[in-house]
Structures are given as structure tokens and as C-alpha cells.
T-cell receptor, first 113, second 117 residues
Framework: DGGITQSPKYLFRKEGQNVTLSCEQN?????MYWYRQDPGQGLRLIYYSQIVNDFQKGDIAEGYSVSREKKESFPLTVTSAQKNPTAFYLC????????????FGQGTRLTVV | DQQVKQNSPSLSVQEGRISILNCDYT??????FLWYKKYPAEGPTFLISISSIKDKNEDGRFTVFLNKSAKHLSLHIVPSQPGDSAVYFCAAPAPTDSGGGADGLTFGKGTHLIIQP
């Protein structure tokens, strides 16, 4: 079945460590996105990529980095520079820009202790 | 500044009644809107969408209404069922004529719908 897979579902890291969240899609979508959800907040855009080897900052990119070496994969690294990394992270993909729906993965809950 | 607003953090409705979830937007360039449903610790799932050329779109128990002059849309669920209890997000993609500008969906903060038996 086609879809988006995020791993792991739960992740614990010590403060000051970098951590990478995985996102893979087999929908053949060009565009991929990373969102962050905090309690009482909507989904806020961290980074997006419209095509392989290209990505752009979203609204809250500070302390995060991404890569898009393959169409299917869009990993997100939460660096030690991110001041409040504990959150629920969601990866999504769309066919492309414009009026199309986004498909989401199941999310990764990152807890920094 | 929030471009998509859901002003009710929560809504409680009796099973079998109608649930009405509201959403307002400020960007008049938005021309497409989506509703997502989200359970705790899961990703959002797409429910229904509407283009700005329409004022209503219906899919089974779900109907979305769009009032462009008021920059307001609403999601109606009738009849409401226990499985409808979830957080509902209103979202809009970057306008199609925004050139090479920002991409992605802009989300409201969500409304937690609670269906009471």
C-alpha cells in the first residue's frame, strides 16, 4: 500500500544531542514537508522540499536541518541548537504545489530529557 | 499573525446531533480549503475540501460551507457519532498564484470535538 512512513514512533534523547527523524514515502510525490505540533497549537511548518536536492525553510526552521537526496526520503535532524525540541513531529507529502491534499505519516514523538 | 483561525478550542455535542466546526481566514488569496481529522499520537487524515469557486461540498455525513465574503468556512457533521471525537484542523495551501513563494499548508490551531453518548 502507498503511504508515508515515519520512524521511530517514540524517540528519547539527552539534551545537547542531535537526532534524526526518518520519513519515507512511496506515493511518488514531489513535495514533502515537516511540521511540528505542540499542545494547543496547530501544525507549524519547519521545512519543505518541492523537488529532489532542493529544500526551503518554513516558519520555524531554526535549530533544524533537512536533506532531500532521494524523492522518497526527507529526513529531519533536530540539532542541539533547537531550544525546545520536545514535540510531536509530522511528515507529509503532496503531488506538488497548488490545491492538493497533503498525506501525513503517523508522527514521531520526540522527548528530550 | 494567524492566517487561519479556529476560535473554539473545544466543542461538545450529543451523539446523533449536528456538529458545526468553524474556521476563519484572513488571506483573501486563499482559494482552496481542507479539513483534517486527528486522533492523539497519530497523523492527521484528510476529510473534505472545498474550492473557492464553490460554496458547498458534501461527502456523506460531512459538509463544508464556504462564505468568501465573510472569509469563513464551517464543517458540518450529521449525525455525529462517537468515532467523530477527535481534533479537527482547518487548513489552506499557499495560493496557487503566489509564484515561487512559500509552499505548504497553513493550519488553524484545531478544535477538539467531543461526542457525548
Amino acid at each position: 500500500d502507498g503511504g508515508i512512513t515515519q520512524s521511530p514512533k517514540y524517540l528519547f534523547r539527552k539534551e545537547g544531542q542531535n537526532v534524526t527523524l526518518s520519513c519515507e514515502q512511496n506515493l511518488n510525490h514531489d513535495a514533502m514537508y515537516w511540521y511540528r505540533q505542540d499542545p494547543g497549537q496547530g501544525l507549524r511548518l519547519i521545512y519543505y522540499s518541492q523537488i529532489v536536492n532542493d529544500f526551503q525553510k518554513g516558519d520555524i526552521a531554526e535549530g533544524y536541518s533537512v536533506s532531500r537526496e532521494k524523492k522518497e526520503s526527507f529526513p529531519l535532524t533536530v540539532t542541539s541548537a533547537q531550544k525546545n525540541p520536545t514535540a510531536f513531529y509530522l511528515c507529509a507529502s503532496r503531488i506538488g504545489r497548488g490545491n492538493t491534499e497533503a498525506f501525513f505519516g503517523q508522527g514521531t514523538r520526540l522527548t528530550v530529557v | 499573525d494567524q492566517q487561519v483561525k479556529q476560535n473554539s478550542p473545544s466543542l461538545s455535542v450529543q451523539e446523533g446531533r449536528i456538529s458545526i466546526l468553524n474556521c476563519d481566514y484572513t488571506n483573501s488569496m486563499f482559494d482552496y480549503f481542507l479539513w483534517y481529522k486527528k486522533y492523539p499520537a497519530e497523523g492527521p487524515t484528510f476529510l473534505i475540501s472545498i474550492s473557492s469557486i464553490k460554496d458547498k461540498n458534501e461527502d456523506g455525513r460531512f459538509t463544508v460551507f464556504l462564505n468568501k465574503s465573510a472569509k469563513h468556512l464551517s464543517l458540518h457533521i450529521v449525525p455525529s457519532q462517537p468515532g467523530d471525537s477527535a481534533v479537527y484542523f482547518c487548513a489552506a495551501p499557499a495560493p496557487t498564484d503566489s509564484g515561487g513563494g512559500a509552499d505548504g499548508l497553513t493550519f488553524g490551531k484545531g478544535t477538539h470535538l467531543i461526542i457525548q453518548p
